[in-house]
C-alpha cells in the first residue's frame, strides 16, 4: 500500500512540475484572493446545481453536493502550505463531466435507478425505480455498484474543490490583515453567487457555466501549459455537455431546471425535467376533438374536477405548468383565471406552444411566482382554487433538503387557501399518487379531512393521450358539494375510478406544517437513501480528516464547532425567509448575500480595533437563537411580506453575533488557513446534523445551533486557559 501512494505522489509531482511553477503569485495578493474566492464560490454552485439535474440522488439529497464541496474546500485550506495545482480541479471536473454524460443507454438507465437503488426502500417518494422480481443477488450487486458509484462522484467533487481551497488558504495566510482578507473573501464569494445568478437568469446552458468556470480557475493560476491543457479539458467537457436541439427534442435551462421538449404530433408535446417525464402539452381544440370524438366523451384529470363546482368565475391555479388547466378552466366558463407558475421557461414555453392559447386569453393572468408566496399575499376570493400537478420531485430551490412546494402542501397552506374561498368555492387538489408510495394520498385525505371537517371526495383520473393522470381530492367549506357529488352521475364517476389508497385515515403519515414540510417523506424519521449517502460521506471525511486536520488542538475544534453552528443557522435563515418571501432562485441568492454581507459587518466592526468579549458575544449569539426558536412567529397577525422582514432583523442579530466571533477567533489565529479549514470541516457536520429536521422539524436546527456554539464558545475558554498555563510555565522557567 505505501508502494502504491509512494508512486501516485511521484507521478502528481511530475504533473505538477510540468504543469505549473513552484509558487503561486505573491503580488496583489487581496486581488489573487478575490479572484480565488469567486472561481471557488462560483464553482461550488455550479456543481450544484448541474449535477442535481443529472444525477438524481444529489437533487433529493441537495445539502449532499454542499456539504461535500465544503469539505474539499476545507480540506484544500488545510493543505495551503503544499504545492497547489489548479489543473487537477479542471481533471476531476472533466471526468465528472464525462461519467455523468456518458452515452451509453445502459450507463443512462443505472443513473436514473440510482437513487431507488441507494434506498432500496419507499419511506420517500423516489423516481426511477426497479423491477420487484429482480433476484436477491442481483439487487445485492446494484445496491453495491450504487455505492461505489456514488463514492466516486462524491471524491470527484471533492478533487475539484480541494486546490481551490490550497488557493484561498494559501492568500489568507499569505495576507497580512486577516480581517481585510476574510473580507475580500466574502466580497468574492458574494460576485460568484451573482455571476451564476445572472448566467441563470440568461437562460444559459451549462456549456457556458463550465466554460466560465474554466476560464476563473485558469485565471488564478496563470501558466502557458496550465492553459493549454485546460483547453483540452474544457473542449472534451464541451463536447459532452452538448445537449443538442434536434426535431425529436429541444433542450431548455431554466434558473430551476432542464427542460427537454419532445413533439407528439397533434401540436402536442412531452416536457421531461431534469430527463424525468414531468409534464405534457395537450390539444383539445375543436378540430382535434373532430377527428377524436372519444376523447370528448371521456373524462380526464384537467375537465373532469370542473364538474363538482357550483360556480366557475373566478379560478387560482397554483402550479399552472404550460397551460393545460388553465385551458380546462377556460373550457369550462371560467370569465376569470389567476395562473401562478414558478419556472418563467415552462411558462414561455406554454405560451408558445400550447395550441389553445390559453396565456395569451384576456381572461388568464399569469404570474411568475411561488405558490405558497401567492396565497401569503393575495386578497381575493375565489370559485375554484386548483392545486396543479405542481409535485416537484426533483426540483430545488435552495441549498438545504427543501424542495420548491414543500411550502405548498402544508396544513398552513391548505387552510390559508381555505380562507380564500367564496361560500360555495371548492378546492381541487391533484397529486400524483402511485403505488408503492400510496401513503401520500392517506396524507392528502386526512390533511383535508382534518381542515374542512369533512371527507374529501376522492377519485383517480386515468391518463388520456398526453392529458396525465391524477389522483383528484375536491373539498369545500360548502355542504353542497357532498350534496353535488352524490348525484347519478358524479356518484358513479367517483364509484368507477378509487384512488389506489384506502379511504381511511387510520395508520396514515402525520399531516406536514411548515415547520415539518416533508410532504415527500412517510415518517418522522431520516430515510434511508439519505442514511447510506450520509453513511458513505462519513466514511470518506474521517481518513481524509484525519490526515490533515489538528483535532488534537482545541483551538481546531473551536472553528469546527463555529462552522456547524453557522451552517446550520444559514440553512434555518434561507429555509424559513423562503416561507415569508417564496422559494425562488432570487429569494435564495438575496438571502446568501444579505448574510455574506452582514460577516462583512462584522469585520468592520471587529477592525474598529475595540475589545471584543468574546464570552459576551457567545452568551448573546445563544440567547438570540434560543429567542427566535421560542417566538411564534406563526401567530403573528401582520402580513407574510411584515412577517419576513422581521424574520431578517431577528436573524441578522445572531448572524452579525456569529460573524463578529469568528472574524475575532481568526485575528488571534496564527495560521488563518487551518482555522478556516477547520471551520469548513465543521459545516459539513453541520450539513450533516441538517438530516435531524426530518425528525424533529426545521426549528429543532435553531437548537442544534445554539448547542454548537456553546461548545465553541466551551473550547474557547478552554483555549484560553490553555494558552495562560502555557505562559505562566514559559515565565517560570529560570535563564540558565
Known amino acids: 500500500m505505501e508502494l502504491k501512494f509512494s508512486r501516485w505522489q511521484l507521478w502528481v509531482e511530475r504533473l505538477n512540475s510540468i504543469l505549473i511553477p513552484e509558487e503561486c503569485p505573491t503580488k496583489n495578493v487581496l486581488l489573487s484572493l478575490f479572484l480565488a474566492s469567486v472561481a471557488t464560490l462560483y464553482a461550488e454552485i455550479m456543481l450544484i446545481r448541474w449535477i442535481s439535474t443529472e444525477v438524481r440522488i444529489f437533487a433529493y439529497f441537495q445539502n449532499l453536493a454542499l456539504i461535500t464541496c465544503f469539505l474539499g474546500f476545507g480540506l484544500g485550506c488545510y493543505l495551503s502550505s503544499h504545492r497547489k495545482n489548479a489543473i487537477f480541479s479542471l481533471i476531476a471536473m472533466t471526468a465528472l463531466v464525462v461519467l455523468v454524460k456518458a452515452p451509453f443507454e445502459n450507463w443512462k438507465q443505472f443513473l436514473s435507478m440510482h437513487s431507488s437503488l441507494l434506498a432500496l426502500s419507499a419511506d420517500a417518494v423516489i423516481w426511477g425505480g426497479f423491477s420487484k422480481d429482480v433476484s436477491v443477488f442481483n439487487m445485492i450487486l446494484s445496491f453495491a455498484a450504487s455505492i461505489v458509484v456514488m463514492a466516486v462522484f462524491l471524491a470527484l467533487l471533492i478533487g475539484i474543490m480541494v486546490p481551490l481551497g490550497q488557493l484561498v488558504g494559501f492568500y489568507l495566510d499569505l495576507s497580512g490583515n486577516a480581517i481585510r482578507a476574510y473580507s475580500v473573501n466574502l466580497v468574492g464569494s458574494v460576485a460568484g453567487l451573482w455571476t451564476l445568478a445572472i448566467l441563470s437568469f440568461l437562460w444559459l446552458p451549462p456549456g457556458c457555466w463550465f466554460g466560465l468556470s474554466f476560464l476563473l480557475i485558469l485565471i488564478i493560476q496563470p501558466s502557458p501549459r496550465v492553459a493549454l491543457t485546460g483547453l483540452v479539458l474544457l473542449g472534451i467537457s464541451l463536447v459532452f ?282 415518517n418522522r424519521s431520516i430515510p434511508h437513501a439519505y442514511l447510506i449517502v450520509s453513511l458513505i460521506l462519513t466514511i470518506m471525511i474521517v481518513p481524509l480528516v484525519r490526515r490533515t486536520a489538528e483535532f488534537s488542538q482545541i483551538a481546531t475544534w473551536r472553528f469546527f464547532f463555529l462552522g456547524a453552528g453557522f451552517l446550520l443557522l444559514e440553512t434555518q435563515i434561507v429555509s424559513r425567509l423562503a416561507l415569508y418571501f417564496g422559494t425562488t432562485w432570487i429569494v435564495t441568492s438575496l438571502v446568501i448575500t444579505a448574510i455574506l454581507l452582514m460577516l462583512v459587518l462584522a469585520n468592520f466592526f471587529v477592525a474598529t480595533g475595540r475589545r471584543i468579549h468574546l464570552g459576551l458575544y457567545s452568551f448573546l449569539l445563544v440567547v438570540s437563537l434560543l429567542a427566535n426558536y421560542l417566538f411564534p412567529w406563526e401567530q403573528l397577525t401582520f402580513s407574510g411580506r411584515t412577517v419576513g422582514l422581521l424574520l431578517v432583523v431577528a436573524y441578522s442579530l445572531p448572524i452579525f453575533f456569529a460573524g463578529v466571533i469568528f472574524t475575532e477567533s481568526l485575528r488571534h489565529c496564527a495560521r488563518k488557513s487551518s482555522a478556516f479549514g477547520a471551520n469548513i470541516v465543521g459545516a459539513v457536520a453541520g450539513g450533516l446534523a441538517q438530516n435531524v429536521s426530518f425528525i424533529l422539524g426545521m426549528k429543532a436546527l435553531l437548537l442544534i445551533a445554539a448547542f454548537f456554539y456553546a461548545l465553541a464558545a466551551l473550547a474557547g475558554l478552554l483555549s484560553a486557559h490553555q494558552t495562560t498555563l502555557t505562559q505562566a510555565d514559559q515565565s517560570s522557567v529560570s535563564p540558565l
Open 241 to 522: 455537455l452538448r445537449d443538442g436541439q434536434t426535431d425529436k427534442q429541444q433542450t431548455y435551462w431554466s434558473p430551476y431546471q432542464k427542460l427537454q421538449v419532445e413533439p407528439l404530433g397533434e401540436q402536442m408535446y412531452n416536457i421531461y425535467t431534469n430527463n424525468t417525464g414531468y409534464m405534457t402539452i395537450s390539444n383539445l381544440t375543436p378540430q382535434v376533438l373532430a377527428r377524436y370524438p372519444k376523447v370528448a366523451q371521456t373524462q380526464n384529470s384537467y375537465d373532469t374536477p370542473f364538474l363538482f363546482a357550483l360556480n366557475r368565475d373566478r379560478v387560482l391555479i397554483l402550479g399552472a405548468g404550460a397551460g393545460n388547466d388553465a385551458a380546462a378552466a377556460l373550457r369550462n366558463g371560467a370569465d376569470r383565471v389567476d395562473a401562478v407558475e414558478i419556472d418563467p421557461v415552462i411558462h414561455y414555453l406554454g405560451r408558445g406552444l400550447h395550441p389553445e392559447r390559453p396565456y395569451g386569453a384576456s381572461k388568464v393572468k399569469m404570474t411568475i411566482q411561488d405558490a405558497r408566496a401567492f396565497l401569503s399575499r393575495t386578497k381575493e376570493r375565489y370559485d375554484i382554487i386548483l392545486f396543479a400537478l405542481l409535485d416537484s420531485h426533483t426540483q430545488f430551490s435552495n441549498l438545504s433538503n427543501m424542495r420548491i412546494d414543500n411550502y405548498v402542501y402544508t396544513e398552513e397552506a391548505l387552510r390559508k387557501a381555505q380562507q380564500l374561498l367564496t361560500p360555495q368555492g371548492i378546492i381541487i387538489l391533484k397529486f400524483h399518487v402511485i403505488p408503492p408510495w400510496t401513503w401520500m394520498g392517506q396524507r392528502f385525505y386526512d390533511m383535508l379531512e382534518n381542515i374542512f371537517s369533512r371527507k374529501p371526495i376522492v377519485f383517480f383520473a386515468p391518463q388520456l393521450g398526453p392529458m396525465l393522470s391524477a389522483t383528484v381530492f375536491i373539498a369545500s367549506n360548502d355542504p353542497g358539494l357532498w350534496v353535488r357529488a352524490a348525484s347519478s352521475d358524479l356518484a358513479t364517476l367517483v364509484a368507477k375510478n378509487p384512488p389506489f389508497f384506502p379511504l381511511d385515515t387510520q395508520g396514515g403519515p402525520p399531516p406536514t406544517t411548515d415547520d415539518w414540510p416533508y410532504v415527500y417523506h412517510q
